[in-house]
């Protein structure tokens, strides 16, 4: 399972042989078991795994990931994802992740940590040497990363951290940040006109979506349509956002909220400017695609758009600005608070907010301008851009020849 097709990738830009091998599998993996027999849990075993897919800009950065399905494979597959994202955006880090295959909800919290401290203490290598640098990730919390520091010690072995343990001010809402400035770029480039006044459906209503969203309607959107996993609404005046937002938290989903309830598909169907899914991979699909009437879909999500989906959407002009792009805005911020540990600065949320724009429409301009000289999609040209990066990087630290 790769994220990008490297013999694609080659029909658009020099990568030499050498680079082609390095990237083709990944650089370390190291498998391992958590053995604990905990109280009130009682005998626990969990494999886990941490991935380094490429570290020539870095250290290996990624989350982890604590979930009932982590396999080897996938965390591999993420790993990769991590390594174009970080090249893409211009950050001195490269690509890992790690999981551990357990359900960590059915465990006390006294139990989780002693999973996390057991897992701190079986890979305190790397850790401890800053060679993979973890965050928060599906199943894994900010606590669960101060818990890592806890064991540690040191600030800049773990991103994501509470903002009172060494965390950074503005990290929380830091991709949902970066999803909205991105949107405002693509729709003045590609609609030509501000997203002031556009009509926006999004899907998830999580972390992410729900801050793009807050961001959105800031600059002036309407935000006329949310769903999440128990259903969606659609209201055409406008969604009011902290109105959602205590519906969900007092019953546990959008679903029933005051408007005319739609599924998930409807809401993916929508006659909107706008479609930004920012919940679960694979929804735009060759079923689903050919009923989008967005005219921009921004990928707020890892991969919510198929190969098939994506080649219907292009036959119909539909523009997709892609994940790697979109919602690099949380690595950009995971960065920031890596830099703050080692220099002891402070950071305002304002600077991480300002930062986050920057970096992610510097790698915007440059997706643009390769999709415009080669002739391909945003896709293709994130990626062509993401692999120049590494490719010249492992050039200059001679891991390849010049
Ligand atoms: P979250 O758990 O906070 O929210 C997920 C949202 O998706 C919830 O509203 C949930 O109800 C909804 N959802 C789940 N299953 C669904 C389904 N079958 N149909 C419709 N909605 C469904 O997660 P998040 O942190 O907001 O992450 C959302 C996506 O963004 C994921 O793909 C994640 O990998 C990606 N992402 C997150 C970050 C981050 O910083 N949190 C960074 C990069 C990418």
Redesign the pocket.
């Known amino acids: 399972m790769h994220n990008i097709d490297l013999d694609e990738i080659r029909a658009h830009t020099d990568v030499p042989d050498p680079a082609i091998r390095l990237l083709s599998k990944p650089e370390k993996e190291i498998h391992f078991s958590l053995n604990l027999l905990l109280d009130p849990d009682g005998f626990v075993e969990a494999d886990a795994f941490v991935v380094y897919h490429n570290t020539a800009r870095g250290p290996a950065k990624g989350g982890l990931r604590i979930w009932p399905n982590v396999t080897l494979e996938h965390t591999r597959a993420l790993a990769e994802l991590m390594t174009w994202k970080t090249a893409l955006v211009g950050l001195p880090f490269g690509g890992g992740k790690s999981g551990i295959c357990l359900d960590s909800r059915q465990l006390a919290r006294s139990s989780k940590t002693a999973v996390l401290k057991e897992y701190v203490h079986m890979i305190q290598g790397e850790l401890m040497s800053g060679a993979y640098v973890p965050a928060p990730d599906?199943g894994s919390t900010p606590s669960d990363m101060a818990v890592i520091y806890g064991e540690t010690h040191l600030a800049e072995s773990v991103t994501g951290k509470p903002p009172r343990v060494g965390g950074l001010p503005g990290r929380r809402e830091?991709?949902g940040y970066g999803v909205a400035h991105v949107t405002h770029l693509a729709c003045q480039t590609f609609l030509g006109k501000p997203v002031r006044g556009t009509r926006i459906a999004v899907?998830?209503?999580?972390?992410?979506?729900e801050w793009a969203c807050r961001f959105l309607c800031g600059m002036g959107a309407k935000i006329v349509a949310v769903?999440?996993?128990?259903g969606g609404t659609l209201r055409e005046s406008g969604i009011d956002l902290d109105d959602l937002h205590r519906h969900v938290t007092e019953t546990g989903?959008v679903e029933g909220y005051d408007g005319d309830a739609i599924t998930?598909e409807e809401l993916l169907a929508l006659d909107v400017d706008i479609l930004i899914p920012?919940?679960?991979?694979g929804v735009l699909d060759d079923r689903t695609a050919p009923a989008v009437s967005a005219d921009l879909v921004v990928e707020?999500?890892?991969g919510p758009t198929t190969a098939g989906g994506e080649a219907i959407l292009s036959r119909r002009g539909i523009v997709v600005i892609p994940?790697v792009l979109a919602?690099s805005g949380?690595v950009v911020a995971s960065y920031m608070e890596w830099r703050q540990a080692k220099s002891g600065a402070m950071t305002k949320a304002e600077e991480t907010h300002e930062t986050v724009a920057e970096q992610l429409e510097s790698a915007f301009q440059r997706v643009r301008q390769v999709a415009k000289e080669r002739g391909v999609s945003e896709r293709t040209a994130a990626q062509i851009v993401a692999v120049d990066e590494i490719v010249a990087t492992m050039r200059d630290r001679g891991w390849i020849p010049s």
């Open positions: 599906l830091a991709t899907q998830g209503f999580g972390n992410v979506g769903s999440d996993i128990t989903g998930n920012a919940a679960i991979e707020a999500a890892n994940d919602n949380g």
